[in-house]
């Protein structure tokens, strides 16, 4: 066994009843890291092309990263890996909380479930024993009820932590995500739906393993430095607040100049309000999309809407702030509302996505209204991102005669009409009436239901996009088609290089420009370098356990010095950069092995302005994504047409399985 990492995984087939462990060999570590680097690895090799993503032949595995536990800051991040039944691809989808140091208190690096179980069970794991257990009394409770028992069930286990799905995975919905913590999610890519279709209903882990690290004072020292630089800024907090940040948003709207984003900034937001705080400012400046991508933010959801949903109206409804394993910024918070409609006792606070997608994307402003259909999303377990496009699609037809009023069971449905959302939620969460037809996402709703509602349909590869919007930032739309997991936000963006900082991690990449125009920050050309860094810089993150807040906070977050104290490598900055490379570039051969090419993923054209705006900040603008998208896979060595990698580039990855496949 190395470093940092535990040494192995466990296999469990829910069909026979049986698991066994699997010894990883160093190697094997060394080329892809934990996370979804290790999970890409396995189920490039193990997942039969073609499999049913709902079916025994599909893996689904929880895993924890290379530096959880080790005292690196920021490393409380576990991944959920699968083929995707929502994109038909490469599937995984991250989150934080306590879970991914309690798999490897329990002596694992992950675990990997195949088969289906013939009743709901759940798996106990400890550092003595796994045990699959009958789930069959929690089968139809939602994820903080499931939670609650079987932590109540299991009291003997010390820090039992528990990972679990909701009603809508039991109901095998394809925008289902997997819940810890009382209602954290690993939202994306329908991980939720493949642990429902398993009937696999929770892990219970927990366990007294130590994580060895080669160089443990080495680490201290970095996270002593580290903690430091973050707590500089800290004075910024007592100028910062919701009017500050939505003068900031006009200002950018109005600018013809657009203005590098500071790290400092961005990590005392996160550290006041969390997420949340941008959403005004988000659809003031154009980031945000507006009416189902149809709209502006300062004409359809002006600052007087968007302020009753961000910042301070968000925030007097914390009851207590909360941090993820071993995050010295804590930008969560646990709500309890006593007033409006719908009281809440205790719930986590929505993230920015989240206020976007039920608000303005649907044009609520109702905070209360809001604060419910995150709480409902939690506990029935559905990605609030594809939940709030669903309800936005859904009022589109109904507004365009697409759908009728009886369609929806008689709900009022319209724009800015928040209670018929929350109606309309229940029944995507349990597949009653047009639940049943949504509860798939809007690319299979809009198969179903025909008529053109296709025009409405805003996704990617069949993922509902994020809320951001690519005119604003260009590079971010490139990532929605050119990344495995379509229509992701949280890997490659203009706004994230320039937060990060892409030179300090690889001397190669070219320095952020502090100003720009906004008619430069549009252009095609030269962009692909720093994506392609973006890109491979952000699969040693998420194959590390590592939160992306670590990285744009401000001072240079010390990811491969962590790496080599805790295993006690010596590799350089440009051979994780190339581990990077290895594992972005085996998620995409999974892909090509599927059949998905360049044009299967490509986004709605809403978001690139193919369907031109013509009012706002994007008026008239369109963005030639399809010239950056080529620009990477040139720069990431793989054909575009094909999308097959060169032989000589996975000859230098040592991506021997994939030459074979695709050279023989």
């Known amino acids: 066994m190395g470093k940092g990492y535990m040494g192995k995984i466990l296999w469990v087939d829910l069909g026979r009843g049986e698991m066994k462990d699997e010894v990883i060999p160093d190697e094997i570590y060394k080329k892809f890291l934990t996370g979804y680097g290790l999970g890409a690895k396995l189920l490039y090799d193990r997942v039969p092309p073609g499999a049913d993503p709902m079916g025994p032949d599909n893996i689904l595995g929880i895993l924890s990263g290379v530096l959880t536990g080790t005292g690196a800051l920021f490393s409380g991040r576990f991944e959920v890996v699968c083929k995707s039944p929502l994109t038909g691809g490469w599937g995984d989808a991250n989150c934080g909380g306590y879970l991914s140091p309690a798999i490897k208190r329990a002596g694992y690096d992950g675990v990997f479930f195949q088969g289906v179980s013939e009743k709901p069970v759940y798996l106990l794991l400890t550092d003595e024993k796994a045990e699959l257990k009958d789930a069959s009394h929690v089968w139809g409770k939602d994820t903080v009820d499931t939670e609650r028992l079987l932590k109540e069930e299991n009291a003997d286990v010390k820090r039992a932590q528990v990972a679990c799905v909701g009603p809508a995975a039991e109901n095998k919905s394809l925008i289902a995500g997997v819940s810890n913590d009382g209602g954290r999610f690993a939202a994306r890519s329908g991980v939720g739906a493949v642990m429902g279709s398993k009937r696999l209903k929770a892990i219970v882990v927990s366990g007294k393993a130590k994580v060895e690290s080669s160089d443990s004072e080495g680490i201290k020292k970095h996270s002593k430095d580290l903690g430091k630089s973050l707590n500089k800024a800290d004075f910024l907090q007592k100028v910062l607040s919701g009017t500050l940040v939505k003068i900031l948003g006009k200002v950018t709207r109005l600018n013809p100049v657009a203005m590098a984003n500071p790290g400092d900034f961005w990590c005392q937001n996160l550290k006041k309000y969390g997420t949340m705080g941008i959403t005004a400012m988000s659809a003031e400046t154009g980031d945000s999309p507006i009416k189902n991508w149809s709209g502006a933010g300062h004409i359809d959801f002006p600052l007087k809407r ?25 930008c969560g918070g646990i709500m309890k509302v006593e007033d409006g409609p719908y009281p809440l ?32 999303c939690n506990r029935g377990g559905l990605d609030s991102i594809s939940a709030g496009g669903v309800v936005a699609f859904t009022i589109e037809c109904l507004e365009n005669g697409i759908l009728t009023k009886d369609d929806v069971g008689g709900l009022d449905l319209g724009w800015g009409k928040a209670e018929p959302m929350i109606d309309l939620l229940e029944m995507i969460i349990h597949r009653e009436g047009i639940g049943d037809v949504l509860a798939d996402g809007v690319k299979r709703a809009a198969e179903r239901i025909g008529k053109g509602s296709e025009k409405f349909a805003v996704h990617a590869g069949g993922q509902e996009l994020p809320m951001h919007d690519p005119k604003f930032d260009p590079p971010q739309g490139v990532a929605y088609e050119v990344e495995p997991t379509p229509g992701r936000h949280t890997i490659s963006s203009l706004v994230w290089q320039e937060l990060i900082q892409m030179n300090r991690y690889d001397k190669n990449a070219d320095k952020v420009k502090p100003m720009e125009t906004k008619k430069a920050r549009i252009r095609p050309h030269g962009r692909a370098k720093n994506q392609a860094v973006n890109s491979r810089l952000m699969q040693v993150v998420n194959s590390s356990g590592v939160c992306m807040f670590g990285l744009t906070c401000g001072p240079k977050y010390p990811l491969f010095e962590y790496l080599n104290a805790a295993t006690g490598w010596s590799l350089s900055d440009e051979d994780y950069m190339m581990t990077g490379e290895r594992i972005e570039t085996i998620r995409h051969a999974f892909n090509l092995r599927e059949g998905i090419r360049y044009k299967d993923t490509k986004m709605h054209r809403r978001a690139s302005g193919e369907e031109v705006m013509e009012k706002g900040p994007h008026k008239g603008v369109t963005i030639d994504a399809e010239t950056m998208a080529r620009e990477f896979y040139q720069e990431m060595g793989w054909d575009f047409e094909t999308g097959n990698p060169t032989r000589e580039r996975l000859e230098k990855l040592g991506l021997d399985e994939v030459i074979k496949d695709i050279y023989g």
């Open 306 to 330: 968007g302020t009753k949903i961000s910042d301070e109206s968000v925030l007097k409804y914390q009851a207590k702030g909360y941090g993820c394993f071993s995050c010295p910024v804590k």
């Open 345 to 376: 006792e205790e719930s986590h606070k929505p993230e920015y996505e989240t206020l976007c997608a039920f608000g303005a994307l649907c044009l609520v402003d109702d905070v209360h209204a809001i604060l419910k259909l995150n709480d409902m």
